[in-house]
């Protein structure tokens, strides 16, 4: 069973979803940098371990990381996923973890990259829309993509009910996506 830490900075929906759906994995860890963020809340009752760390409290990116790495050895994690980690892996992260740093993101990447890509994919008019996971490198959601699903919006919905529809695929996929990666990992 592979040892899994989860990034994140929000709600924490996919968090649950992951340490719910673990069959190949299981989550060990929860780094949150927002003190005030839900997802602390949620680890708490599935008595999920939590370094909640502030950048703020830290000199340089590399000071911050190399905090983070310490306690994920301490909790000798192999792989991590991000979900909804609102900040970029730096140098010390994506070298302790190569090529076992994914990601999930709320459009069909290659188009809408960065933050805010609801508002982009409602402002640019599009029809269809989606969900990518992919590894993490040093861009900001430009990585290997791993998987995508792909869901259908129309002009009359709203922010919240395609943030909605997003998050039921995200919720099923992340930790399919996940499980078959760590299962392979181990042959
Ligand atoms: C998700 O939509 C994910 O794709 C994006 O951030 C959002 C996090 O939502 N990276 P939650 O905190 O898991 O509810």
Same mark, same amino acid.
């Given at each position: 069973?592979?040892?899994?830490?989860?990034?994140?900075?929000?709600?924490?929906?996919?968090?649950?979803?992951?340490?719910?759906?673990?069959?190949?994995?299981?989550?060990?860890?929860?780094?949150?940098?927002?003190?005030?963020?839900?997802?602390?809340?949620?680890?708490?009752?599935?008595?999920?371990?939590?370094?909640?760390?502030?950048?703020?409290?830290?000199?340089?990116?590399?000071?911050?990381?190399?905090?983070?790495?310490?306690?994920?050895?301490?909790?000798?994690?192999?792989?991590?996923?991000?979900?909804?980690?609102?900040?970029?892996?730096?140098?010390?992260?994506?070298?302790?973890?190569?090529?076992? +740093? &994914?990601?999930?993101?709320?459009?069909?990447?290659?188009?809408?990259?960065? @933050? !805010?890509? /609801? =508002?982009?994919? #409602?402002?640019?008019?599009?029809?269809?829309?989606?969900?990518?996971?992919?590894?993490?490198?040093?861009?900001?959601?430009?990585?290997? +993509? &791993?998987?995508?699903?792909?869901?259908?919006?129309?002009?009359?919905?709203? @922010? !919240?009910? /395609? =943030?909605?529809? #997003?998050?039921?695929?995200?919720?099923?996929?992340?930790?399919?996506?996940?499980?078959?990666?760590?299962?392979?990992?181990?042959?």
């Amino acid at each position: 069973m592979k040892r899994l830490a989860v990034f994140a900075s929000g709600s924490g929906s996919n968090f649950q979803a992951i340490v719910e759906n673990a069959v190949n994995y299981q989550v060990v860890l929860l780094v949150c940098d927002k003190i005030d963020a839900f997802v602390i809340k949620r680890a708490h009752e599935l008595a999920i371990p939590t370094l909640i760390i502030n950048p703020k409290d830290y000199q340089s990116k590399v000071q911050y990381e190399e905090v983070i790495l310490n306690s994920l050895k301490e909790h000798q994690v192999e792989f991590i996923a991000l979900a909804g980690y609102m900040r970029l892996i730096g140098s010390v992260l994506l070298t302790a973890f190569k090529d076992k +740093i &994914i990601n999930i993101h709320p459009s069909l990447l290659p188009a809408f990259k960065g @933050k !805010n890509a /609801i =508002e982009q994919v #409602i402002n640019a008019g599009v029809l269809e829309t989606g969900v990518t996971i992919h590894f993490v490198d040093s861009g900001i959601d430009t990585g290997e +993509i &791993i998987a995508q699903d792909i869901i259908k919006i129309n002009e009359k919905m709203s @922010k !919240n009910e /395609i =943030e909605e529809k #997003i998050h039921l695929v995200e919720h099923r996929l992340y930790p399919k996506i996940l499980n078959q990666l760590l299962e392979e990992d181990l042959k």
